[in-house]
């Protein structure tokens, strides 16, 4: 706290310009912004059937201060912290006023050793098989030069303990403490040297004694050349001593456990390339900072070829180990395909597909999980006169060939069928989306089939924006003992914008009704979701006085930004027919057009399987805003969700290093997805570039689907809005 308060002091005012000019923090930009918000609660009817289990008003207001000062060309310091004012059972698990963040940054270039060094929040990444998560405590980064400018270097030392808030602040609860050495070399390639420390407390209530962990890895990553090939070849060894976690009240004391990573990645100068991955992690190595999976052991092969016209084929061959030092390890077996872009169908012009297929082979060796799963994934679109269609056609199987076994197998088949056509009310303009949907499902004490009716609206102008989904979905089933069940969603959204000012409504309202419903024990739901808020942005740039942070109370909403020059086909600000030549040089082909944006089926992440969309928004001129959205598998799967998450996080920080601003609040648990959807969960990631910001996160959505979208604008609204995402694709 003294080191804070000296800091922060002494750069407010022990400076030269402040004592010649006595306009107070003139030479600072400055920036307000608070949120005052109320919500209110309800259900009638079987409490398991609502929502939101906690009812009544709940409010709370929300205050982000932040200040920056550059001293020079290579020199700035900021600061930033997010206070909270709590009355609600959804915002945080406190009452009354909390420090939620707090971040004081200190960068310095032109010094012999270059630093940065940050106190409060911060990001700590060394690997994801080590440490990759948001500490409250220290880190400070040094980059000693080295003669040779084919050669940098980078020192990381930090110390911190992952707590949500500042309340009741205790580090040693859970605190990490470590440091990496990084060395880039354009001729040896990349290389780090990382140690770890975890300290857990003591925790009474379970019986837990103390817990220590240590930490070490190695890490390499090199770039060969082969004639026409290119090749990447990455590695790490980490090695693990200490205590662990086994379950909620169960430790594994004085362990040693390895974990090994390596991947080969070709780029062979031609339409095919492939990636080769093996990952193998000991029985005892799980450490605390990681969301690798202990006792595992995997190999992949993946291949791809892109054809002439933008199609892209890629084909997967997985084998994974599960338990694998124990008397009874699970071997998985997975051979898959993926199918994106265009199909020349000269009777269907414009055809797109996005395809998945797959089979898995699971059993373990005493035959007590022997199954087989086959799973198809179709995903088209076309324009078709003046909308733009999507059909999603999908079928899984599974045979259950365990001993013992209960049940034979288990089939679904769903159909999506949609359509997006264009509105324009005045100077409204945006997009209406009617679709259909039916499921039929079979086997395993299961029959029903199922219908619904969706629509979803977008529209807005300058000042006004407005959303809404609505569902209707009816579940029929023919098993004894079961009840159909007829299910009702209405979400709507509002915001105002003008200057400074955002006001904004949500509204979300559920009607579930089973049949025959109570004589089976059952009996209908309603449950409500009202919110109303009120936001108040103020800023001064830097060299100005502090009353032209309320010169702008007044102002009439901001004009676009010019278009900038582009760089790159996914660069903001540049014309969209550049954009999309630009996608069509890289084997992006195939964009179905919407509204105000252009939907591509394209794997940008290639070490990522799940399905991935590219989104172009544009104001018909120029790209406003690019997209790309990644789903995941199964959102009711929480260890498979965190890994995915933290997979694609690992690959952007490897990309765009460390970021600037991170936001997470909440935890992976089995509530997931209601946690998305009631905002009581939040993760969002941002990066700084010249021409705007990159966010990437999991955003919550009106029509309450669950997803990862990394987003590049010019800006983002702030991180407490958490409908952030692009709603238009669905």
Aim: charged letters at 20%; glycine letters at 8%; hydrophobic letters at 35%.
């Amino acid at each position: 706290m003294p080191t804070f308060i000296l800091i922060l002091f002494s750069f407010l005012f022990y400076t030269p310009a402040f004592a010649e000019d006595k306009t107070p923090l003139k030479d600072f930009a400055l920036s307000l912004e608070n949120t005052t918000r109320y919500e209110n609660y309800d259900f009638w009817g079987d409490p398991a059937g609502s929502p939101y289990q906690n009812t009544g008003g709940q409010f709370y207001n929300e205050l982000t201060a932040s200040f920056s000062r550059r001293l020079s060309d290579y020199e700035s310091f900021q600061g930033r912290f997010d206070v909270l004012y709590n009355d609600s059972r959804y915002r945080s698990q406190h009452n009354g006023l909390v420090l939620e963040r707090g971040n004081l940054t200190w960068e310095k270039g032109n010094t012999s050793v270059p630093f940065r060094t940050q106190l409060g929040d911060n990001f700590s990444f060394m690997s994801i098989r080590t440490i990759q998560r948001s500490l409250k405590g220290f880190q400070l980064e040094l980059q000693p030069a080295f003669s040779s400018q084919d050669r940098k270097q980078s020192l990381l030392f930090f110390t911190g303990t992952g707590a949500d808030d500042y309340r009741d602040f205790t580090p040693a609860k859970n605190l990490f403490s470590g440091g990496s050495y990084l060395i880039e070399d354009k001729k040896w390639g990349n290389y780090s040297f990382n140690l770890l420390q975890n300290h857990q407390a003591s925790e009474i209530k379970d019986g837990l004694a103390a817990r220590n962990q240590l930490v070490g890895s190695i890490t390499g990553e090199k770039i060969l050349a082969f004639r026409k090939q290119k090749m990447t070849l990455e590695g790490e060894v980490a090695y693990l001593k200490g205590d662990y976690n086994l379950t909620a009240n169960t430790t594994e004391t004085n362990k040693d456990g390895i974990g090994l990573f390596g991947q080969f990645t070709a780029d062979t100068g031609t339409p095919f390339n492939y990636r080769l991955r093996y990952e193998n992690y000991g029985k005892n190595y799980r450490p605390n900072a990681s969301s690798v999976n202990r006792d595992y052991e995997g190999y992949e092969a993946h291949g791809g070829w892109r054809f002439a016209k933008g199609l892209n084929l890629r084909g997967r061959l997985q084998y994974f180990v599960d338990a694998a030092s124990t008397a009874n390890p699970t071997d998985t077996y997975v051979a898959g395909t993926n199918l994106t872009g265009p199909l020349a169908v000269s009777f269907l012009p414009g055809l797109t597909t996005g395809l998945d297929a797959f089979i898995q082979d699971a059993k373990n060796k005493d035959r007590t999980t022997n199954t087989r799963t086959a799973n198809l994934n179709m995903n088209f679109g076309m324009p078709v006169r003046t909308w733009a269609a999507r059909l999603v056609l999908i079928a899984r199987n599974v045979e259950n060939f365990a001993d013992n076994a209960n049940w034979a197998g288990q089939r679904s088949y769903e159909t999506n069928l949609s359509a997006t056509h264009a509105i324009a009310l005045g100077s409204f303009k945006g997009s209406v989306t009617p679709g259909l949907i039916y499921q039929n499902m079979a086997g395993n004490a299961t029959n029903r089939d199922n219908y619904g009716v969706n629509l979803g609206l977008q529209i807005a102008n300058a000042m006004h924006q407005i959303g809404l989904d609505a569902k209707f979905f009816s579940q029929n089933a023919y098993a004894p003992g079961t009840s159909n069940e007829v299910t009702n969603n209405v979400g709507f959204n509002y915001r105002f914008t003008k200057g400074p000012h955002i006001f904004g409504i949500e509204t979300n309202y559920t009607d579930r009704d089973p049949t025959p419903g109570t004589a089976i024990g059952q009996s209908s739901t309603q449950a409500y979701k009202f919110a109303v808020f009120y936001t108040l942005k103020l800023d001064k740039e830097q060299g100005k006085p502090i009353s032209s942070m309320f010169s702008k109370l007044a102002a009439q909403p901001e004009e676009a930004a010019a278009a900038a020059t582009a760089v790159s086909p996914f660069s903001i600000g540049q014309p969209l027919q550049k954009a999309v030549d630009g996608l069509a040089a890289q084997g992006i082909t195939g964009g179905l057009m919407q509204p105000g944006l252009v939907v591509y089926e394209a794997r940008l992440l290639n070490e990522i399987d799940q399905r991935q969309r590219l989104a172009l928004l544009h104001d018909e001129k120029v790209v406003t805003k690019t997209a790309l959205i990644i789903d995941f598998d199964d959102v009711g799967n929480q260890s498979t969700v965190s890994q995915t998450f933290e997979r694609v996080r690992s690959i952007l920080l490897k990309r765009f290093g460390s970021p600037v601003d991170t936001f997470e609040q909440g935890q992976f648990s089995p509530n997931f997805a209601r946690d998305v959807n009631s905002g009581k969960f939040v993760r969002i990631i941002e990066w700084r570039t010249e021409n705007g910001a990159v966010r990437f996160g999991i955003p919550q959505r009106l029509d309450r689907q669950i997803r990862m979208e990394l987003q590049y604008a010019s800006k983002f609204p702030s991180r407490n809005e958490t409908f952030w995402s692009v709603e238009e694709v669905r």
